[in-house]
């Protein structure tokens, strides 16, 4: 049986997405545009209902989350109801659970409401948004809410009329670059450049994504290079993928089967191949016209994987297209 020393050591193996996550607005990394005007909400209070929306690992929860507790610091606790999609969050939900929040009284600074953040909120049912709209409306001088979602489109119009949005958008390298740094010294970890250019491009703009992967390859490898970021991450290696369309571009069809063959005998699901060479062609330095057309194709063979029809057939077909579009390219 383990010690309980064992014990208290481990309550300190925070992960690092949590232990890293900013506690104030302007620590947020990224997205300046919809960090500054949440700055001024913090700043000044009274904030309206918000829906933050945007792609996944962009600081959307944590973004709400460091502007709950600027605006209501010690009162935080018991005047912020936070419900997660994990959460059942039917329509009884929020005529019960929400209802009665916002029913509570809780003494605040002028200017400062309850607040009631809804992660997911794209996940609720129609007939619970339904219900939050007339909520919204009754209670809205004591208290504000707080949309989290991926797709704005899937709040109906009603709530997305009564909200103020803002948009996240996916981080640059550069940005990411920057608060790994921060967390591989605090943590004392032995890296290459290299590793951390693997991990920004197996996160594609996605912080949590990188800081997982970061502590997933120093907790299996101790050390993070290139070769272990893509063990730990699973993804096909983007060197392998970049001969593939090399192979193509010099007009040896069959060496990138080779390549092709080989990425799907180690288990790769199409899906990833295909994501990793998209990103490989757009960042690969060929003609102009070249490219288009092989981002074209690539996203039509992609939407057939996506249909179903994942086989090694279709990506062979792929790289045809991609000969065929080289060989029309050379003759004109």
């Given at each position: ?38 700055q001024v909400i913090a700043r000044d209070g009274n904030m309206p209902n918000l829906i933050l929306s945007g792609p996944p690992g ?56 309850k607040i009631v953040i809804l992660d997911e909120a794209d996940s609720m049912t129609s007939g619970a948004q339904q219900a939050l ?200």
């Open positions: 049986m383990a010690s309980s020393s064992s014990f208290a050591a481990g309550a300190y193996d925070v992960p690092w997405v949590e232990k890293y996550r900013p506690n104030k607005v302007s620590e947020i990394v990224g997205n300046e545009d919809a960090v500054s005007r949440l962009t600081g959307k929860t944590t973004s709400i989350l460091a502007l709950a507790h600027e605006l209501l610091g010690p009162n935080y606790k018991e005047a912020v109801l936070e419900l997660n999609a994990s959460d059942d969050r039917g329509i009884d939900v929020v005529r019960n659970k929400i209802k009665m929040f916002a029913q509570k009284k809780v003494t605040l600074r002028p200017g400062r409401h709209r007339r909520t919204m409306e009754i209670y809205s001088n004591s208290t504000r809410f707080a949309l989290a979602c991926n797709t704005s489109s899937k709040i109906i119009e009603p709530i997305q009329s009564r909200c103020a949005l803002v948009r996240f958008s996916r981080l640059s390298d550069q940005e990411i670059l920057g608060r790994l740094i921060v967390v591989v010294d605090a943590e004392k970890v032995p890296y290459v450049p290299e590793g951390l250019e693997a991990i920004i491009f197996t996160a594609d703009g996605d912080m949590r994504q990188a800081l997982n992967n970061l502590q997933a390859t120093y907790s299996g490898f101790s050390f993070v290079n290139q070769e272990n970021v893509f063990k730990v991450c699973d993804q096909p290696h983007p060197l392998h993928v970049k001969n593939m369309v090399r192979h193509v571009l010099e007009g040896k069809f069959d060496d990138a089967c080779l390549g092709l063959k080989q990425l799907y005998d180690l288990g790769y699901s199409p899906t990833d191949i295909i994501t990793t060479l998209f990103r490989i062609i757009k960042n690969y330095d060929m003609a102009e016209y070249l490219k288009l057309e092989f981002m074209k194709e690539t996203g039509f063979a992609h939407m057939r994987i996506c249909d179903g029809v994942g086989s090694y057939l279709q990506l062979c077909g792929l790289l045809a297209k991609f000969s065929l579009v080289r060989e029309t390219a050379k003759a004109a």
